[in-house]
Every structure is written in C-alpha cells, then in structure tokens.
C-alpha cells in the first residue's frame, strides 16, 4: 500500500505537523481528556492515524474481498446491496394470544423475521402452575407451557414464509420440538424450516444463570440438537453463540468477542468428540453480539470476529466446508445502555448502536425499545425501534456499500487491537484448561465482574458520563404508558393449561415420557423422543422434570 520511503515521509510529517501545529493549541487549551480510550477502556485512541498505523496490513491476508476468506469485510460477496439484515423486534409477552397479536402488527409493520421472548419459568423449565412461577407469568417474555401455546403463538403464521429466533437456553430442545411441531401440523417441510434457537448454555453459566442442568449433560442436548438439525432442519440455525449477554454482565468488547469465541471452540469440540463431522453441523451455528455506544469500537469488533472465526475453524479444526468458517451472527442494541430518565435519548442511542452493527455487517438486528429500562416495550416504542432500523435501511446510504469503513486508519488499526486483545485472553483461557474449566473455576465470571465494578466506579464519580443520568440532568420527567401484564393474564394462562391437561390422552403422554427417560439413560439422540412428547401435548415442565431427575440440576460452586 505504501512503500518504506512513503512511511518515513509520513512519520516524519507527523512530527513536524505535532511540533507545529498541536503543541501551540495544547498548551494554550489542553484537552478534554489526559488520556482517551474506547467505550471500555480496552484500546487507547490515538490523536491521528495514518497508514503509519497499518503498515502491516496484507489486505489479501487480512481483509480480502466480501464473502471470501478470512471474511474480515463479510461473509457475502453482495454484502446489503443483495439483501438486507433481517428485521427482528424481540416480541413476546403475557399469554400466547397477546404475543400472536404483536407478532401479525410486527409483519405488517415490515418486520423480516420473529424474535420471541419467553417468561422466566418458560426459561426454567416450569409450568405456568409451579410454585416457582408465581408471580412471574408472562412477565419477560411469552408463557409456552404445551404445543397448544405454541400453535396459538404462531395461528396465521406459515412457518414456510419467515423465519423465527428463539431466545431459550435450557429447555431449547423443547421449544425448537415444539416449533417442529407446529410446522409439521402446517405441513411445512422441516428442511424448509428456518429460524435460531439460542441454545448457548456456556454463557448462561457465566452471565445469565436461567440454567437447568449441569454442563455435561446440557453439552449431550446440544450436540444431540446438532446432530438432529443437520438432517432434519438443515436451515435451521442450531445455537446463537451469545456474547450479548456477557457484554451486558459489564464485559469489554474484547472480553466479549474473547469469551463468546472460546465458547464456540468448547460447542465445536464436544460435537466432534460425540462423533459429528465438523462440516456436518459448523455451517448452523450462528453468534450474537451486543451492539453497544462506541460505533467504532463495534464495527472494529465485528470485523476481527469474522476474521477470528475462519482462522480458528482453519487452523484449529480443519475446516473444510466455507459456510463452516463463516462467522454470521444477529446483533441487538444494548439494553444495560439504556435508562430510565429521560428515555427520548435511548431512541439516540439505539440508532447509533444499530448503525454500529450495520457498518460491521450483522446478519439480523433487534433495536430495543425506549422505553424496555422500564417495562416491556409498548406497541408505539417498539415500532419507532422498527423505524429506525427501516431509515438505517433505506435513508442513511450505510447499507450502499460493503464494509464502509474499510482501509480507515482507525478502524483498521482499532480491529487488529481489539482482535490482538481477544487472542491474548483465549490464550489465557486455554492455560485455564478451557472455557469449561475457566467457568467452573469462576475465573471468567470475575474478569467480568471486576470490569462492571470499574464501570460503575467511573459512572459514579463522573468520570464516564451518561446524559440524563449523571450529567444534563432535568428536574423532571415526561410519564408514559408501560405494558403491564395482570394477574387475570396468569390465570388465562394456568386455566388454559389445566384445559390441555383434562384433553389430552394421558396415556400417550406417560409412554412419551418414558420413553423419553429411557433415551436419557443411554446415548440415544433425545430430539425424536423430545418431538413425540410434545406432540401428545406433554408440558414443558414434564419434559424438564423427567431430564432434571435423570441428569441432575445445576448449582453454582458444584462439580462442571
């Protein structure tokens, strides 16, 4: 790019314009910081760059074109020009009705593609009638307790025609059954189906805690889902590899491209230990990422992402198949960014976290609503986050051309910093023995907690600013309508199921579940049994029960 002569000329230009033109300004007004960094202090930001800063940079080695190897610059050679990222507003509340009734306002909005959310005891394992539901029915998310909820979730829906991202861990196999299901009755295809579970229980352990069972057996239900979708449901993508939730635990970018990268490398390795061809189920994984405030620290994220991925899937793995070095991944806007004064400004901030996912070349996109640091997000709020993502689409020219701000001094200099940090960490990880043992032994829990802490720190004494909360205070707030979810939409919920359980053949619901246990005992692949139960309309909570009594459940301090 440029020769030896041309970098001495630029360094020695450097020089003179510092001595001449800066040194003056400084010392007559200083500047607003002694030192400046990225939005997690992981990288410091230079005055100026200039190709002084990537003189190392092979661009066949290190950039390449769109949709060729390593993928630095994307995964598709027509980046948004053949097609844009599909439009996901997460959605998911209260009873199965309410959430089909968002989802069909969503479509006709002009979302692309479901995103669903389910409460907490959905998330758990339990039924809406468990003691250890109470009071948390519908609340997060979507109250799923048989195929009947799920058939109503999706009433009006040809599963042929969108595709739909699940956000469900533990209980992932049951919920991806129950989808198959639902297909099924639709007469969809299953190789037509498409769609992502989340099914990344890694990260749960470190930042989420909505787990059920210990590792070794949450490993065996993934890579049985693995091994059950590479035929069944090739379409489908069979985990969403989350970094998101790790950066919103408090992590650095780095942290967070470091850990959801070293978590990828344990799914990868438990696969092919259980006997599956790398190439077999590698081009269904997919990742998840935060998008957070500093647009060039993310867009510097994502592009190492892509370009770590093929070199780890390469080198480590022996890769053969493109799709299975192929880093694709959803990205939602930062819900710990958001507050709950003056919320008008999280519009602001989530237009520019989406542009920062945008400019690094996401697959999908969630923007939160304004208003989610309060409540659930309201029918208007969460068509102002569509809107935003449908402007960044079609009035903004970011979506124009592929890979924006490639050959940026900054960014790429920035990306190969962040992506230096990410490896130096891996390694760390590896010395631990893996991400395995790294968890166990709480290590990656306290890196994170350790950068919360400091955040925080910074936030409290002034140093890190967050208008409206800490700096441009105003006396008061504007109110505004929240989603509520009642009492009265618990009980529709537990009365429908309690209507299921008096129509069902109980029978059949006994020898699926049995049948179900037995699989459990041997290596047997759990999905077909876990499909059949679902069908004879077998709760959510029976089917976690019969695993939680065969594998055991998860308790933090015990045994990995």
């Keep these: 790019m440029f020769d030896s002569d041309d970098l001495e000329a630029i360094r020695s230009g450097r020089e003179e314009w510092h001595e001449e033109e800066v040194d003056p300004v400084l010392d007559r007004f200083g500047e607003r910081e002694e030192t400046f960094t990225t939005d997690t ?70 979302q692309t593609g479901l995103s669903m ?88 352990y470190v930042a989420r805690n909505t787990y059920i069972y210990p590792p070794e057996p949450s ?85 190492a992402a892509r370009r770590m991925w093929h070199d780890i899937m390469d080198d480590r793995f022996d890769a053969r198949n493109p799709k299975s070095k192929q880093l694709k991944f959803h990205t939602q806007t930062a819900g710990s960014m958001l507050t709950a004064q ?54 903004s020219g970011a979506a124009d051309t592929i890979d924006p701000l490639a050959g940026s001094y900054y960014v790429e200099s920035l990306t190969d910093e962040v992506e230096a940090e990410a490896y130096d960490i891996l390694a760390e990880v590896e010395e631990r023995g893996g991400m395995l043992d790294a968890v166990e032994s709480q290590w990656v829990q306290r890196q994170i907690q350790e950068t919360a802490f400091e955040r925080q720190k910074e936030i409290e004494s002034g140093e890190r600013i967050i208008v409206g909360v800490n700096e441009f205070e105003v006396d008061e707030e504007p109110t505004m309508d929240v989603e509520e979810v009642t009492e009265e939409d618990e009980r529709r919920q537990i009365d429908r199921l309690e209507s299921v359980r008096a129509e069902r053949d109980d029978e059949a619901v006994d020898a699926t579940l049995e049948a179900l246990r037995e699989a459990a005992r041997t290596d047997e692949n759990l999905m077909p049994r876990i499909v059949d139960a679902v069908k004879a309309y077998a709760t959510v909570g029976e089917i976690c029960d019969v695993l939680r009594e065969e594998f055991g459940e998860y308790h933090p301090g015990s045994a990995v």
């Design 41 to 110: 202090g992981g990288q410091e930001v230079d005055r100026l760059y200039t190709p002084d800063d990537v003189a190392d940079l092979d661009y066949r080695e290190d950039l390449g074109f769109p949709g060729r190897p390593p993928y630095t610059r994307g995964v598709y050679s027509t980046g948004y020009r053949g097609r844009l990222w599909t439009m996901r507003q997460y959605a998911g509340f209260s009873t199965p009705e309410d959430t089909n009734e968002r989802f069909h306002y969503l479509l006709d909005q002009g």
């Design 117 to 204: 959310a389910f409460d907490l005891p959905t998330q758990m394992g339990y039924d809406s009638d468990a003691d250890m539901a109470a009071g948390e029915v519908g609340k997060a998310g979507v109250a799923i307790d048989t195929l009947r909820d799920m058939e109503t979730v999706f009433d009006g829906i040809p599963l042929d025609e969108v595709s739909t991202s699940m956000t469900i861990n533990a209980p992932a196999s049951v919920l991806l059954a129950m989808y198959i299901a639902v297909g099924d009755r639709q007469g969809v295809d299953r190789e037509e189906l498409r769609g992502t579970i989340q099914n990344d229980l890694l990260k749960e």
């Design 219 to 303: 490993m065996r239900i993934i890579t049985d889902i693995f091994d059950f979708c590479a035929s069944e449901t090739p379409k489908f993508n069979t985990i969403s590899i989350s970094g998101y939730h790790i950066r919103e635990a408090g992590s650095t970018a780095a942290q967070e491209l470091a850990f959801t990268l070293g978590n990828g490398i344990e799914y990868v390795e438990a696969a092919i230990d259980a006997g599956l061809d790398v190439d077999e189920f590698a081009p269904q994984l997919s990742f998840f990422f935060n998008g957070h405030n500093n647009i060039f620290e993310e867009v510097a994220k994502f592009r």
């Design 342 to 395: 003056q919320i008008e400004n999280n519009v602001v901030r989530v237009a520019y976290q989406a542009l920062a996912a945008v400019l690094g070349g996401t697959q999908s996109l969630h923007t939160n609503g304004k208003d989610e640091a309060l409540s659930l997000p309201t029918e208007e709020s969460v068509r102002t986050a569509l809107r935003t993502q449908q402007i960044l689409a079609h009035e």
